[in-house]
Each structure stands twice: as C-alpha cells, then as structure tokens.
C-alpha cells in the first residue's frame, strides 16, 4: 500500500524559510507524479507545486519564485523549498503521489485528477505576522 509521511513543518516568522519533506513507500517512486498540496482552515485544498519524473516543476501563482519543489528519486523523498513566508502560507501541507500526468503539446501541465492522488497525512505550516 502507498505510505506518504510528511515532515518538517512548524511555526516561523513572515519571511522565514521551512523546508518540507515527504518519505514515499510502497511504489515505485519515479513513476508517479508528485506534489504538494495546502489546506487553509476554512478554504479548499489547494495545488502548491508539482513534479514531473523528470524533475519538470509548475507552481501555483501564490508561490511562484518563493518555493522549489524537488525530488530524490534514489531516496524516495520528495521536498518543497518554502521561502519568503508569508501569513497566506499557514495552511496544513500535503505530500500527494498521482499515477497520472497531464501533458499538452508535449509540455507537462500537472499531475492527474486529485481524486486519484495517495495523501500523506500532512504536516501543519504555520507563519507569524
């Protein structure tokens, strides 16, 4: 059965960095897509970043240039580079793996329907103003 564990998250400062990591078993990892994904209280999940086997990265707008996505595939270990931390970041995070992958004209667009992801059970961010 697919395990996702996501660790690293914590409380920080507006403008501070956490570093997330998400340990993967059970699959093979590089033949899934990967990401992450948020939950605010009170507001739906959300797509953060995704990552294409290849390491071909998208990024919601709300985060663009201020986190990195990254996988070890030898590790079975998939990460998210939070920087520049602002309040709107406070959400539980979600380490996800999808069997599928949205392609279009030969550029990655994102992984599949998220009603086919595997969770983690999510670690909580929590930033300060």
């Known amino acids: 059965q697919v395990q996702l564990v996501e660790s690293g998250g914590g409380s920080v400062q507006a403008g501070g960095s956490l570093r997330l990591s998400c340990a993967a078993s059970?699959?093979?990892?590089?033949?899934?897509?990967m990401g992450w994904f948020r939950q605010a209280p009170g507001k739906e999940r959300e797509g953060v970043a995704t990552s294409d086997s290849d390491g071909t990265a998208k990024y919601a707008d709300s985060v663009k240039g201020r986190f990195i996505i990254s996988k070890d595939n030898a590790k079975n270990s998939l990460y998210l580079q939070m920087n520049s931390l602002k309040p709107d970041d406070t959400a539980m995070y979600y380490c996800?793996?999808?069997?599928?992958?949205?392609?279009?004209?030969?550029?990655?667009?994102?992984?599949?329907?998220?009603?086919?992801?595997?969770w983690g059970r999510g670690t909580q961010v929590t930033v300060s103003s």
């Open positions: 996800a793996a999808n069997p599928d992958r949205v392609y279009s004209g030969g550029q990655f667009l994102g992984c599949g329907p998220s009603q086919h992801n595997y």
């Open positions: 059970a699959f093979t990892y590089s033949n899934f897509c």
